[in-house]
């Protein structure tokens, strides 16, 4: 039967066996040293180190980190500044050279986040300081390509690198947010004012338009009314010739009087003339040369009355 002791003995070799094992989580690795001093690399997983003499140092996440930052500056001309900003950032890569940088360039965490807050804060100020306030709200774009300029290679010999930053909120003192409302309500005020007058312009000249197309349409359509009815006239005056010279050689031919032709249109014409006519008194002559000389006259006179139509 084994001894107590070799019972004792073995249990000790195994805890000592068993405190050798290391997990390394998913997205980090482990930094060893032996005696103070830097080892090697574990990754993520189950590990082995020499119980008693290798020791794990400290565990670095390799996945991407993110920090917000707010501080002030100072413009060119006296005015403060006051930034939200959102800092991605992860390890370079998982060489040892840059994890032992990670590992070793600061005392802890908190030391670094002081020292990258301050890079970054101090590069903002330097930019903002050359700039006036008038300017800021427009440079966003300026003052993050500036921030990552000289943030870059910082990062870099710190064993990171920055993914992207962010200036989520640029604001200004009460006093200048109030007079920048003031401008903005002022510009706002004359743009509606323009483009009211503009719209009235775009109305009246509109309607100049459309009362110049009537009086056009109306005045085309009242010169094609005159014509057809001056047409209009010229035929019957030709279909009442051509009426005339029928019934007139029709009379002739069944050997009948054509002057009684004559004397039944100079009536009529007589008749229209004093119906239509101005005049108070009219000379008759009753012969047929004397009627066909009334007749032209009268046509004549009834020509210069239709013309003002």
Do not use: C
């Not at 309607?207 to 009815?229: H, P, T, W």
């Not at 050689?249 to 101005?278: N, Q, R, V, Y």
Request: charged share 25%.
């Amino acid at each position: 039967m084994m001894s107590i002791p070799f019972i004792v003995i073995g249990a000790l070799i195994l805890l000592v066996v068993l405190s050798g094992f290391v997990t390394v989580n998913q997205g980090s690795v482990a930094v060893i040293t032996i005696f103070g001093k830097y080892r090697r690399i574990m990754p993520p997983g189950l590990n082995f180190k020499i119980p008693f003499i290798e020791m794990v140092y400290k565990r670095i996440s390799i996945q991407n980190r993110s920090v917000e930052l707010e501080f002030q500056a100072v413009t060119q001309d006296q005015a403060n500044v006051y930034f939200k900003a959102m800092l991605l950032y992860a390890v370079f890569n998982q060489a040892d050279e840059t994890i032992k940088n990670v590992a070793f360039k600061f005392v802890d965490d908190r030391n670094f986040m002081q020292a990258l807050i301050r890079t970054i804060e101090g590069t903002i100020r330097s930019f903002v300081a050359t700039k006036k306030q008038a300017e800021i709200l427009g440079l966003r774009t300026e003052i993050i390509q500036e921030v990552k300029m000289h943030l870059d290679s910082t990062l870099e010999e710190w064993g990171y690198h920055m993914i992207d930053i962010q200036l989520n909120d640029i604001t200004f003192d009460e006093e200048i947010i109030k007079s920048m409302s003031r401008v903005v309500a002022s510009n706002n005020l004359k743009a509606a004012a323009e483009n009211e007058g503009q719209a009235l312009l775009i109305t009246k000249t509109k309607a100049a338009e459309a009362e110049g197309n009537a009086i056009k349409i109306s005045a085309l359509a009242e010169k094609e009314a005159a014509q057809q009815r001056g047409q209009g006239i010229a035929l019957f005056r030709e279909e009442v010739a051509k009426g005339m010279a029928n019934a007139a050689k029709e009379m002739t031919d069944a050997d009948l009087d054509a002057s009684f032709l004559l004397f039944s249109m100079w009536t009529e014409a007589i008749k229209h003339f004093g119906e239509t006519g101005k005049g108070n008194v009219i000379f008759l002559d009753g012969s047929t040369d004397g009627m066909q000389k009334t007749m032209n006259q009268m046509l004549g006179m009834m020509k210069m009355n239709e013309k003002p139509e």
